[in-house]
């Protein structure tokens, strides 16, 4: 049974930083596409960063704030978020095994969330 378990969300103030992990079991994903998507309350789940074969892609607005990484061995992705700024208050959700495009929503394996909220 695949699992991937996020942490590292929390309440942070505007321009504060976070460091979310997102921990795979069950399979090992090398190389392969692991993403991070968020979704802010009353709207849809957004892509946000994702890794696959050194590889990253970011959305236009998390471009040199956010940094998406991973520890191969571990079966590991990350997401650094730096300069946080209200708007990215959401649910993050860390993502494997594309169904489809990577920068997509349809991945075979999700976690359950963390939470992550800025305040101004």
């Known amino acids: 049974q695949v699992q991937l378990v996020e942490s590292g969300g929390g309440l942070v103030q505007a321009g504060g930083s976070l460091r979310l992990s997102c921990v795979a079991s069950?399979?090992?994903?090398?190389?392969?596409?692991m993403a991070w998507f968020r979704q802010a309350p009353g709207k849809e789940r957004d892509f946000v960063a994702v890794i696959m074969s050194g590889n990253t892609y970011y959305t236009d607005s998390v471009k040199g704030r956010l940094t998406i990484s991973r520890d191969i061995a571990k079966n590991t992705v990350y997401l650094q978020m730096n300069s946080l700024k209200p708007e990215d208050t959401a649910v993050y959700y860390c993502?494997?095994?594309?169904?489809?495009?990577?920068?997509?929503?349809?991945?075979?394996?999700w976690g359950q969330g963390t939470q992550v909220s800025v305040s101004s």
């Open positions: 069950g399979r090992t994903f090398g190389a392969s596409a």
């Open positions: 993502a494997a095994g594309p169904l489809g495009p990577i920068l997509g929503g349809h991945y075979n394996y």
